[in-house]
């Protein structure tokens, strides 16, 4: 699992270690006209930042209850359904008592969840600062950091995605199967922060393959963290054409890259 990341907002799922920073997306959008009308295959589907973007596209996840976060973002119920559990089992107001009775009960169901139960963890992740912690058995193992539930995103968002040609499957990048893809396939993948060398070098070596087959993809990841750089990404990226966003000359400054080989 990842470690907590440093952001807790975004406009889909929040999912700290795996998000850009605010104002990336928009500036690499703007650069790159044409992305919103391809069919994108999110090979870690984290926040849904870029997927959702696309005319279409199916996200992949090794992560069982992030697969069932995005099915009920994708419901015209969702908003209303996790305001009823939050009022439910809060009263509307945050509280530790409340939250580990919450977790508690929702551990119990997470084996086999149903909607409420992911609109219950929902809460609990707001509950928790959105930090993104589950254990080995698949327990969700937050700790009571209260954070604003904001629904106003997944109002907006799921208007677009109810009825759209979105798909959520089970799977790994590395089992993608490239039958499925043609020339206006977009094949995204974002490096989370922090993460192993290993993990980033594995990543970057199928996205060679990926490219001398002659298939487009995007990679994201974080460039720069507090003024220091990722040298083994920043020597990768030179392979292609990058986008580094947002900029800034601050020596404290942190920054995603955006590579594409298109």
């Not at 590395?174 to 989370?192: E, Q």
Request: proline share 4%; aromatic share 14%.
């Amino acid at each position: 699992m990842e470690e907590p990341g440093e952001s807790l907002n975004s406009l889909i799922l929040p999912y700290p270690g795996k998000q850009l920073l605010p104002g990336s997306r928009k500036h690499f959008f703007s650069l790159k006209s044409g992305i919103s009308d391809r069919y994108i295959y999110d090979l870690g589907l984290s926040t849904g930042e870029i997927l959702y973007e696309g005319r279409g596209g199916m996200g992949f996840s090794t992560e069982p209850h992030i697969l069932g976060l995005h099915d009920l973002m994708r419901m015209q119920y969702a908003e209303s359904l996790i305001k009823e559990e939050f009022e439910k089992n809060f009263k509307g107001k945050w509280g530790p008592a409340k939250f580990f009775r919450l977790r508690r009960d929702v551990n119990q169901e997470l084996r086999d969840p149903n909607r409420r139960t992911m609109a219950q963890l929902y809460c609990l992740l707001a509950c928790s600062g959105f930090r993104h912690k589950f254990d080995q058995h698949g327990n969700f193992k937050g700790e009571y950091f209260p954070h604003h539930l904001d629904t106003g995103s997944i109002r907006i968002n799921n208007k677009r995605l109810i009825n759209s040609d979105f798909i959520i499957k089970k799977g790994s990048y590395k089992n993608l199967d490239t039958n499925l893809l043609t020339k206006k396939s977009l094949i995204y993948f974002h490096i989370p922060f922090p993460s192993r060398n290993q993990y980033k070098e594995d990543a970057l070596d199928f996205f060679d393959h990926i490219n001398s087959k002659g298939y487009d993809f995007l990679l994201t990841s974080r460039l720069i963290t507090r003024g220091r750089a990722d040298e083994l990404l920043m020597d990768w990226s030179k392979n292609y054409f990058s986008i580094r966003a947002p900029l800034s000359d601050d020596k404290f400054s942190s920054s995603d890259i955006f590579i594409t080989n298109f």
